[in-house]
Nanobody, 122 residues
Framework: HVQLVESGGGSVQAGGTLRLSCKAS????????MGWFRQAPGKEREGVAR????????YYADSVKGRFTISQDNAKNTVYLQMNSLKPEDTAMYYC????????????????WGQGTQVTVS
């Protein structure tokens, strides 16, 4: 089993920055896919970014390309989401997710989830 703990959410003004962290523990491996998803009230959960921890390949939703950066620190078993130029439409609960399978876009592909961290942009 894999446990995920997110941190770093908060409230910022439009144009501001935040960095989210997701620390993994438990039965982790060097080759996993770690993803960030978000869900706003009344909307479906959507993928924001994901990283294949073995290759370092990254993938982004079009809505965040050029503003968000996903990265990893393998020594700390931690994945980060640097969010710049935040917009009000980025307001959502952000979740970290992990899978030992292929690095796919769909949330259903990820069996492990964190508790979420709130990001509010005004």
């Amino acid at each position: 089993h894999v446990q995920l703990v997110e941190s770093g959410g908060g409230s910022v003004q439009a144009g501001g920055t935040l960095r989210l962290s997701c620390k993994a523990s438990g039965y982790t491996t060097t080759r996993m896919c770690m993803g960030w998803f978000r869900q706003a009230p009344g909307k479906e959960r959507e993928g924001v970014a994901r990283i294949a921890t073995g290759s370092g390949n990254t993938y982004y939703a079009d809505s965040v390309k050029g503003r968000f950066t996903i990265s990893q620190d393998n020594a700390k078993n931690t994945v980060y989401l640097q969010m710049n130029s935040l917009k009000p439409e980025d307001t959502a609960m952000y979740y970290c997710a992990a899978t030992k399978a292929a690095c796919l876009r769909e949330a259903a592909s990820y069996p492990y989830w964190g508790q979420g961290t709130q990001v509010t942009v005004s």
